[in-house]
């Protein structure tokens, strides 16, 4: 029998998580795959890490301190702390899942186009249900700044799970 393929697009806000127990609730763990993606804006780019004046340093001839020293902080550095500090941001919740007798993996995509990284990933994993939570904006607020899981709606073709936590 073939996997069930499930993507659970997350952030670390505790609304978005709130899907997962409804998950646990409706889909058995046995014969099931869960994608959590973690989409987030890519770093900036090059910065400057700031001095530690705490140390003690050695002084230079004349009593001028050797450090500290401003040094650069390169994009794939700031992308790897990134990636660890999701990674382990998440780490209860796959471990819970995992638990949970769950097959997990945690994909976590550095972009601007969350829409878009979800649709990609559901072609990619051949996913079979997206499980999300939604804020569902009304009014104006969704004019101006859309919804997301009504804009994955409309570009895949296969069953949404959506919720909306109370507040």
Do not use: W
């Amino acid at each position: 029998m073939a996997k069930t393929n499930i993507l659970v697009p997350l952030t670390k806000s505790e609304t978005s998580q709130q899907i997962l127990p409804q998950i646990e609730k409706l889909i058995p763990a046995q014969g099931c795959k869960l994608f959590l993606l973690y989409v987030t804006k890519p770093p900036k780019g090059l910065g400057f890490a700031a001095p530690d004046f705490r140390s003690d340093y050695a002084l230079k001839v004349g009593g001028e301190p050797l450090g500290p020293k401003v040094h650069p902080v390169y994009t794939s550095q700031q992308e790897d702390s990134l990636l660890a500090d999701v990674e382990v941001a998440l780490l209860p919740i796959t471990n819970h899942l995992k638990q949970q007798g769950y097959e997990v993996a945690l994909q976590i995509c550095l972009g601007d186009d969350t829409v878009g990284e979800i649709v990609r990933t559901v072609k990619r994993e051949n996913i079979d249900l997206v499980a999300m939570s939604t804020r569902s904006r009304e009014g104006v607020q969704r004019l101006f700044f859309g919804d997301i899981a009504e804009r994955v709606m409309q570009r895949v073709n296969i069953p949404v799970l959506l919720i909306q936590p109370q507040t």
